[in-house]
């Protein structure tokens, strides 16, 4: 902001300066008397401009129009406006203009003025008062531009701090009740089949290293994704007898492509929620397709619940955070797809890389 603000004073600088020097440059090759008057006059004029453009780009503005008053702001400018023309009028046709013989006799009066003079004073002081309304209305234009500007530099910026605060929760919607199963699984494995708790120790270390520093990035390489994604449905399974069918679809080639770490993930978690029920046969699948332009994924369980309640439990705040975080990372350039049906429950995601 202070940059910006600092670019626009010099701006303005070079352009007064330029400003000021078009009297001398318009009468730089007759320097007469009449020429040197006329340019007291054109620099007089020019300064008053000039006062009035500072005063009302570092006082009024600031001070009255960008702070919702608006009326005092309107007639401190017309006071001021009115000011300027006096003075300028003042100087230009009392102390420039030259002296009747009569006045300067020591007679005590001012001429009489002809009706021609009459006119030119009238003339001129329009036109200083239109040179006036232009230059508040120019400086006026840069300020509220500025201020738009700035203005939607600060959304962008609020918008920025939402998105990071909406990841952040989104990226935190393992449950912690996930991670004491976990746990109590592994401890129940150990005396009955140590190998396959060494790996669920494993698979439990690689999702919290995930957790902890991937996932803290913006982007996260896809193959670092699917990885997690593997440990989560392998730890979730220590839970689970095997009545529940989990499938998982991954390209055997994964490509060098990043996308926003976590995007799944609760997803996922609501699909081992609401899709296993004991002792009905259950199942989730789960597929990720890429193309050259899009990701494509593709996550299926069965239902078991009344369908009204699942739909209710679904399209409650889980669901909203994820669009909401959607929004915000790609825009309206995102295809999420929701179908319910009487026993199952699929949902279709496709972002682009």
């Not at 009115?82 to 009066?109: A, C, K, Q, V, W």
């Not at 290293?209 to 440990?231: G, M, P």
């Not at 081992?272 to 494509?296: A, M, R, T, W």
Request: proline share 4%.
């Amino acid at each position: 902001m202070f940059r910006t603000k600092r670019i626009l004073s010099v701006l303005y600088f070079f352009i007064w300066v330029l400003v000021f020097l078009g009297p001398y440059l318009r009468n730089m090759h007759d320097l007469n008397a009449d020429c040197i008057n006329s340019m007291i006059g054109d620099y007089i004029h020019l300064f008053l401009l000039f006062l009035l453009f500072l005063v009302n780009l570092y006082l009024l503005v600031p001070k009255w129009l960008f702070s919702n008053k608006k009326v005092q702001y309107v007639i401190l400018l017309i006071i001021t406006i009115l000011l300027i023309t006096g003075i300028d009028i003042f100087i230009h046709y009392i102390m420039l203009s030259p002296r009747n013989p009569e006045f300067d006799s020591g007679l005590g009066h001012i001429p009489t003025q002809s009706p021609f003079e009459r006119g030119a004073i009238l003339g001129n002081t329009v036109n200083t008062l239109m040179s006036a309304i232009l230059m508040v209305g120019a400086s006026n234009a840069i300020e509220l531009v500025y201020k738009w500007s700035w203005e939607e530099t600060r959304r962008k910026d609020i918008e920025k701090e939402q998105l990071k605060t909406n990841l952040a929760l989104l990226r935190h919607q393992v449950s912690p009740h996930f991670f004491m199963n976990t746990l109590n699984n592994i401890h129940a494995l150990i005396e009955i089949n140590t190998d396959k708790a060494q790996d669920a120790v494993v698979r439990l270390s690689t999702l919290m290293r995930y957790l902890l520093y991937d996932a803290a990035q913006q982007t996260i390489e896809l193959k670092k994704e699917i990885a997690f994604i593997n440990s989560f449905v392998s730890l979730m399974q220590l839970r689970h007898s095997d009545e529940v069918v989990v499938r998982i679809i991954t390209p055997d080639q994964i490509p060098d492509v990043k996308i926003p770490p976590m995007l799944f993930i609760s997803l996922l978690e609501n699909a081992f929620k609401h899709g296993v029920c004991y002792p009905l046969p259950s199942y989730i699948h789960f597929e990720l397709q890429v193309d050259q332009h899009s990701l494509n994924c593709t996550i299926k369980n069965s239902k078991h619940i009344n369908p009204a309640k699942y739909e209710g439990e679904y399209s409650g705040m889980g669901i909203d955070n994820i669009k909401e975080s959607l929004k915000l990372l790609y825009g309206v350039n995102y295809l999420l797809q929701i179908h319910d049906s009487a026993n199952e429950f699929e949902v279709n995601l496709k972002i682009p890389l």
